[in-house]
Every structure is written in structure tokens, then in C-alpha cells.
């Protein structure tokens, strides 16, 4: 059970925190390769060609919260809703204003039902994931904060795990923009200027937090981008 006070920048601190220390969250995956960053994508295309099934599979087992997800399971549920016909990068859920009014508000026992509708249509939603994991705790639930907790540390550990985020070779693989964010927000990292460097965001940073290294922080966006070059060519 996680526990922490309601203080946005210690709650966010804490997450993290417990999240880096959990055995579940740094325990590695016994003779596992972990797919390099400009692979992944192909890398996971290749596993769904060869399994019609195995995204639906995968994609149940995480949402039934399933602690016996490898690394590269994982990968598969994150990285290959790039391929299913349901992706949509740049679409807003529509009760997400709705959500974010009680929210905002502090509401949470109001926003909590609210948040948990859109998570079911999107699952791998990771900003939801996390304001559900805010609603749970602060409301005592301890079941759903349990839940919550597995969907997001099972997402931030794959983007973590897809590069180090330090160069565009080596940056981390997001399917949405907003995971950028999200991410960030997390690690309490703080940026003056963003900019597109081929198929990569990068953010020039002034606060690297407590763990971040560099200066910089790199995104690969490729998938997002050519999703919205699609819409925009449509």
C-alpha cells in the first residue's frame, strides 16, 4: 500500500520514489534481451504478425493486473497499440474535461468514476492512470490505488526501459505526446525550450530534478507523428 501525504510535489516525489525502490519495479527479467530503442517498434510488429491474438492476450492480462508481465510483454501492450486500428495520439477523451472540472476541484470521489470510464476505453491512458492513482489514495481505496499503481509503474517502466533519454539514439520511445509530459511531471524535471529534431522532441532542461543526468531530456515521437501525418493527408 502506498502511503503519503496530499502534497502534489512530495505525493509525486514519494510515487517515484517507491516505484524505483519496489523489487517489482527494478527486478529484472531473467535471461530477457531488452529490445533497443530504434528496434522496438519492429521488433513488436514482428511478435503481433506472428500472433493475430497475442495484443488482445496481453493487453487483458495487463489490465487484470497480471504481475507475471515480462518486460517484453509489456513492450508488446505498450508499443503495439501503435498498430491496432484504435490508435489515435492526438484524440481527447470525451469526459475528460468533466473529469479534470472535479478534479481540479479536489472532487475526487466524484472524479474517480469519471476518470475510471475513460481508462476503460483507454487503457494505456498514462495521465489518467495517474490522477486515478491520486484519486485511490487520497480517498483510501486501497484496492484501486493497488491497480492504479501496477498501470502506471508497468507504463513509466517501459518508456524508462526504451533508452535513457540523453540523444536521439538513445531517447525514449513514447506513442503519445502527452507521455512526455506525464513523464517529466514525475520526475519533476523543468524545461525552457522544446524542439523538434527529426523524429525526436527535445527539451532543453533548467531543473533535471533528483535522477535525470543530463541537461537535455530526447522523446522519440515517430509514431505519433506519422499518425498525424496520415490525419493531416487524409
Same mark, same amino acid.
Given at each position: 500500500?502506498i ?5 502534489k510535489?512530495?505525493?509525486?516525489k514519494?510515487?517515484?520514489?517507491l516505484?524505483?525502490l519496489?523489487?517489482?519495479?527494478v527486478?529484472a &527479467? &531473467? ?6 530503442t530504434r528496434s522496438v ?7 503481433l504478425?506472428?500472433?493475430?491474438d497475442?495484443y ?16 517484453? *510483454?509489456?513492450a ?5 497499440? %501503435? ?11 470525451k469526459?475528460?474535461k468533466e ?5 481540479? *476541484? ?5 472524479a474517480?468514476?469519471?476518470g475510471e470510464?475513460?481508462?476503460? *476505453?483507454e487503457?494505456l491512458n ?13 480517498l ?6 493497488e ?7 508497468q507504463i ?14 538513445t531517447a525514449?520511445?513514447v ?10 511531471? &514525475?520526475?519533476?524535471l ?5 524542439s523538434l529534431?527529426g %523524429? ?8 533535471n ?6 541537461d537535455e ?6 509514431k ?5 501525418t496520415?490525419m493531416?493527408?487524409?
Open positions: 500500500m502511503m503519503f501525504l496530499y502534497n510535489k512530495t505525493m509525486i514519494k510515487i517515484v520514489l516505484l524505483i519496489s523489487p517489482l519495479f527486478k &527479467q &531473467q535471461n530477457e534481451d531488452l529490445v533497443p517498434y519492429d521488433s513488436v510488429e514482428v511478435s504478425k506472428n500472433d493475430k497475442l488482445k492476450k496481453l493487453l487483458d492480462r495487463y489490465i487484470d493486473i497480471d504481475t507475471t508481465l515480462t518486460d517484453k *510483454e509489456m508488446i501492450v505498450y508499443y503495439g497499440a %501503435v498498430f491496432q486500428k484504435s490508435y489515435n495520439p492526438y484524440g481527447t477523451p469526459k475528460e473529469f479534470f472540472k472535479y478534479y481540479n *476541484e479536489k472532487n475526487y470521489k466524484k474517480l468514476p469519471i470510464k475513460i481508462l476503460k *476505453e487503457p498514462f495521465k489518467m492512470v495517474f490522477k486515478l492513482l491520486v484519486c485511490a489514495n487520497v483510501k481505496d486501497e484496492k484501486k490505488t491497480k492504479y499503481r501496477f498501470y502506471y509503474r513509466l517502466r517501459t518508456i524508462l526501459l526504451s533508452g535513457d533519454g540523453l540523444s536521439s539514439q525514449f520511445v506513442t503519445n505526446v502527452e507521455h512526455e509530459y506525464t513523464l517529466m511531471g &514525475q520526475l519533476e523543468r524545461y525552457s525550450s522544446q529534431v %523524429v525526436c522532441d527535445k527539451f532543453k532542461l533548467t531543473d530534478g533528483d535522477d535525470f543526468e543530463g531530456i530526447w522523446f522519440d515521437v515517430s505519433p507523428l506519422a499518425n498525424l496520415k493531416l493527408g487524409e
